[in-house]
Every structure is written in structure tokens, then in C-alpha cells.
């Protein structure tokens, strides 16, 4: 059977579900909030037992991205992530994701071929782009004087 391409993208389109927009939203905005409102309940605690505001701010990073990371590796966190979409993926938990979801897929290639390198595979832009700026920002304070 002969189409066009504008004959298929009708067809495609006649086919395609549509998407519940509204839905999905509301989904990613509930998730997200819950786990802003959780890591904020997080740094409440470590404030009330006395920890300094960095390093309850620190806390909550690290055991967001723990619990991101520990999920992925079994299997929940992309159950939640096909449910609540950006709401998992915008917080600092999509960035563990986001690393530890190459490394479990390559793993059969090796500690150092396959995980190793796969884990920097989609992060690895992020944290170049990252300390390249950080050390730019730095030379600008301190060649303006900024820096104290």
C-alpha cells in the first residue's frame, strides 16, 4: 500500500490515543510537590536536632538522591516516573535517576566498561557544563573583586 507522507501522518494521527494533558499534570504536580514537601520535612528535622542549615540542607540531598538511586535500582522508581512524569524528574531525584539508570542497564559490559562509563553517559554533560561555569564565575569574581 502506497501513502504519502501526508496520508500516513493523517492515519497516525486517527490511530494515536490521546494524551490526558490535565491529568498527567496534575499527576506531576502532586508527586513533585510530595517530594519537595518531603525533603522539606526532611531538612525541618535535621534543623531541630541541631544540624547547621548547610548541612541539613546537605542531608536532604543526599538521602533524596539515595532513595532516587535505591529505587531505580529496583525497579520502582520508573513505576512511579510512568504515573507522575516530570514530578519525578525535575526534582533532585531525576538527576540520580538519570545516572544510575545507564550504569544498571550496561552492567552486563563490565564494572569500568559498562557502568562506569555508561553512568556519565547522560550526567556527564551536566557536571562539565557545571564546573566549567562554577570555575568561570569564579575567575570573574575574582578578577572584578567580588570575591571575599
Known amino acids: 500500500m502506497d501513502m504519502t507522507n501526508e496520508e500516513y501522518g493523517r492515519y497516525v494521527a486517527g490511530k494515536a ?3 490526558p494533558v490535565w491529568k498527567d499534570m496534575a499527576w506531576a504536580f502532586l508527586v513533585g510537590g510530595l517530594i519537595c ?3 522539606q520535612a526532611v531538612r525541618h528535622f535535621c ?7 548547610d548541612v541539613a540542607g546537605g542531608a536532604v540531598s ?3 538522591i539515595g532513595l532516587a538511586a535505591l529505587l531505580t ?3 520502582g522508581f520508573d513505576k512511579i516516573a510512568k504515573r507522575a512524569g516530570a514530578g519525578t524528574l525535575v526534582p533532585i531525584t531525576g538527576f540520580a535517576n538519570a545516572m544510575v539508570s545507564p550504569a544498571l542497564e550496561f552492567k552486563h559490559e563490565g564494572w569500568i566498561t559498562g ?11 551536566v557536571l562539565v557544563f557545571g564546573i566549567s561555569a562554577s570555575v568561570i564565575y569564579g ?9 571575599g
Open 17 to 19: 490515543k490521546k494524551s
Open 37 to 39: 514537601a518531603g525533603g
Open 47 to 53: 534543623l531541630a536536632k541541631g544540624l547547621e542549615e
Open 62 to 64: 543526599i538521602l533524596l
Open 73 to 75: 535500582g529496583l525497579g
Open 115 to 125: 557502568t562506569a562509563a555508561k553512568m556519565f553517559t547522560i550526567a556527564g554533560p
Open 139 to 147: 575567575l570573574i569574581l575574582v578578577l572584578f573583586g567580588l570575591g
